[in-house]
Nanobody, 125 residues
Framework: VLLQASGGGSVQAGDSLRLSCAAS????????VAWFRQAPGKEREFAAV????????IYANSVKGRFTISRDNAKNTAYLQMNNLEPDDTAVYYC???????????????????WGQGTLVTVSS
């Protein structure tokens, strides 16, 4: 599976962005899809995940209530809607996918087999 992340940009605090993660090569219908992010000088961290069925979503506490992850399996695309952005959200955002994981590993970046190239989100105050 090849993943292409897009939608990043430079915005002001309080603004919104929607990131897209388009998959090619094979359908990712049976894959869990997650977004991770890496801020300058920091380690990559989990942001959100959506299970293959689309019925379960999990968010990091830092983005809960502001970000929404979704997927459209017909379009082989996952999304991350980011509202009320804060300067601390500044990071390179990566989408990742892997066949169904056990619940305890959903936020573990090492568990994901396929990664997009990242898209930069910059939020200024």
């Amino acid at each position: 599976v090849l993943l292409q992340a897009s939608g990043g940009g430079s915005v002001q605090a309080g603004d919104s962005l929607r990131l897209s993660c388009a998959a090619s090569g094979r359908t990712f219908r049976g894959y869990d899809v997650a977004w991770f992010r890496q801020a300058p000088g920091k380690e990559r961290e989990f942001a959100a995940v959506i299970r293959a069925s689309g019925g379960t979503t999990i968010y990091a506490n830092s983005v809960k209530g502001r970000f929404t992850i979704s997927r459209d399996n017909a379009k082989n695309t996952a999304y991350l809607q980011m509202n009320n952005l804060e300067p601390d959200d500044t990071a390179v955002y990566y989408c990742a996918a892997t066949p169904r994981l056990i619940y305890s590993r959903l936020a573990d970046s090492s568990a994901y087999d396929y990664w997009g190239q990242g898209t930069l989100v910059t939020v200024s105050s």
